[in-house]
């Protein structure tokens, strides 16, 4: 369970640094560039993913290019969500977008839903509903009154960010850590594409600072993956313990950090909506039994 702690604490670990990035006056756009490549060294070093021109030829880049795409995107997202909604909604919102990816599954995959399944889809959309900051004047005034549309961003684009690795890991022609390190590669050509474009229209001035807040950003983004990894290889006879491990840790701490770091004030319903999620998360790994 080392594993899935410390991949818990990463996790929450960038959650903490998007909040701080406001507070320093840290371009997010240029720190989420800089992290991906920090994450592309970090996984030929750790993964040594092999590529070779007959091997790319064979690379579902049909999968690959919208993941690379939506990666940078939706992160921009999550950053602002943090800013917006703060870290216990964010962390709700990331944590339950697996419910996108299991709906998607047997609308799309045929896969089967079972009476669990359902209860637990039902619960979880209840739980975001709950999260949602739905009055200006809740017990927290820093929410902005367009957070809702953070939440929903976050919930949705994990979600089929979450469809796409599936995809990912389903093509067994290549190792899903060369997919992966294909993928940070679009990523960073498109966040970097469109840094040099706003440098050129001088809405971002490229700094050692950000590059280097980046590359603390990417390798706590990194670790997140690899720990989670790990714990999956550590515990191979136990997946759901991992699955279920890092999604209620990831709400539990994220909470604390939330309340006692940064203040965040929850209203009532949001404090339910919490519940609901572990709740949520519990039932749908009993239903994968």
């Known amino acids: 369970m080392l594993y899935v702690f410390l991949s818990i604490c990463c ?3 960038v959650s903490i640094l998007l909040k701080l990035a406001k507070r320093y006056q840290i371009d997010v756009f240029q ?3 800089w992290n991906y490549s920090i994450a592309i060294l970090l ?21 690959l290019l919208p993941l690379g795409v939506l990666l940078p995107v939706i992160f921009f997202a999550l950053a602002a969500s943090v800013r917006a909604a703060g870290i216990v909604r964010t962390d709700v919102a990331q944590r339950l977008s697996l419910f ?30 709950c999260s949602i900051p739905w009055q200006k004047k809740t017990a927290n005034r820093k929410v902005l009154s367009n957070a809702w549309i953070y939440l929903v961003l976050v919930f949705l684009g994990f979600g089929v960010i979450d469809i796409l690795f599936k995809q990912v890991a ?5 190792p899903f850590t060369t997919l992966q390190f294909i993928a940070f590669i679009i990523a960073f050509a498109v966040s970097l594409m469109i840094l040099i474009i706003r440098k050129i229209n001088k809405l971002s001035k490229i700094t050692f600072t950000h590059v280097v807040f980046g590359w603390i950003l990417g390798i706590a983004n990194f670790g997140n993956i690899f720990f989670y990894l790990k714990a999956h290889t ?6 759901s313990t991992v699955f279920t491990g890092m ?14 770091l940064f203040n965040e004030r929850l209203s009532v319903l949001n404090k339910i909506g919490v519940a609901l999620a ?8 009993i239903s994968n039994h």
């Open 11 to 13: 996790s929450v670990i």
């Open 31 to 33: 720190a989420i560039t």
């Open 43 to 63: 996984t030929w070093f750790f993964f040594k993913p092999v590529l070779q021109f007959e091997t790319l030829k064979q690379a579902p880049f049909g999968i």
């Open 100 to 129: 996108v990816s299991l709906t998607a599954a047997f609308l799309l995959f045929n896969d089967h839903l079972n009476t669990l399944k359902f209860i637990g889809i039902a619960v979880g959309i209840a739980a975001i509903l």
């Open 170 to 174: 389903a093509f067994k022609q290549m």
């Open 234 to 239: 550590a515990l191979s006879n136990s997946p």
């Open 247 to 260: 999604n209620i840790g990831v709400i539990a701490l994220g909470t604390m950090v939330g309340l006692l």
């Open 278 to 285: 572990v709740v949520a998360i519990v039932i749908i790994t």
